[in-house]
Nanobody, 123 residues
């Protein structure tokens, strides 16, 4: 079993900063990608930022230049630093990972989601 545990959400004023953390634990053979999605009320879940095992990162256009994504491979942890936050960044943020598990080996990849953490940006 694999678990993603998130932390760091909260309430912040527009222009402020927050840092989200997500740690993966369990029967992990390899983490192929790790990052964040978000879902605002009434909207579909959307990619925020994801980084693969080669450190190639993909960011939503709406967060480029404001959010950074870093990974600590030794700790199986990913961090989302969010600066210059806007009210439209308000959403539930979900940690995401694509993982090979020990039991299934390198030929099978599974997607995992965290439980979500609320980020609210007030104007």
């Amino acid at each position: 079993q694999v678990e993603l545990v998130e932390s760091g959400g909260g309430l912040v004023q527009a222009g402020g900063s927050l840092r989200l953390s997500c740690a993966a634990s369990g029967s992990i053979f390899r983490i192929n990608a790790m990052g964040w999605y978000r879902q605002a009320p009434g909207k579909q879940r959307e990619l925020v930022a994801v980084k693969d095992s080669s450190s190639n990162a993909t960011f939503a256009d709406s967060v480029k230049g404001r959010f950074t994504l870093s990974r600590d491979n030794a700790k199986n942890t990913v961090y989302l630093q969010m600066n210059s936050l806007k009210p439209e960044d308000t959403a539930v943020y979900y940690c995401y990972a694509r993982i090979n598990t020990i039991s299934m080996g390198p030929n099978y990849e599974f997607q995992y989601w965290g439980q979500g953490t609320q980020v609210t940006v007030s104007s």
